[in-house]
Nanobody, 125 residues
């Protein structure tokens, strides 16, 4: 079994920045895609960003493109999301996820096999 734990969420003013982290624990894994999703109250879970095993391929949703940056450290089984120029509409619970085995940076939640508990991000206006 694999467990994912997110951290780094919090309350920030519009225009500010936050950095999220997600660390995996459990059995060893390789060749997996890691991604971030978010869910606001009353809305369905939406794709934010994903990164391939070697870091060579990234995928961002249009609302966060040029503001967020995803990265990973396979030695630590970790994925990160740097969020800049935050807007109130970014407010949501953010989840990290793993697609194993995986090659493409898929945007579909149903393609991911493991999920974290989520961390709250609130952006005030």
């Amino acid at each position: 079994q694999v467990q994912l734990v997110e951290s780094g969420g919090g309350l920030v003013q519009a225009g500010g920045s936050l950095s999220l982290s997600c660390t995996a624990s459990g059995r060893p894994m390789s060749s997996y895609v890691m991604g971030w999703f978010r869910q606001a109250p009353g809305l369905e879970r939406e794709f934010v960003a994903a990164i391939s095993w070697n870091g060579g391929n990234t995928n961002y949703s249009d609302p966060v493109k040029d503001r967020f940056a995803i990265s990973r450290d396979n030695a630590k089984n970790a994925v990160y999301l740097q969020m800049n120029s935050l807007k109130p509409e970014d407010t949501a619970v953010y989840y990290c996820a793993v697609d194993w085995p995986g090659l493409l940076t898929t945007t579909r939640p149903e393609d991911y096999d493991y999920w974290g508990q989520g961390t709250q991000v609130t952006v005030s206006s």
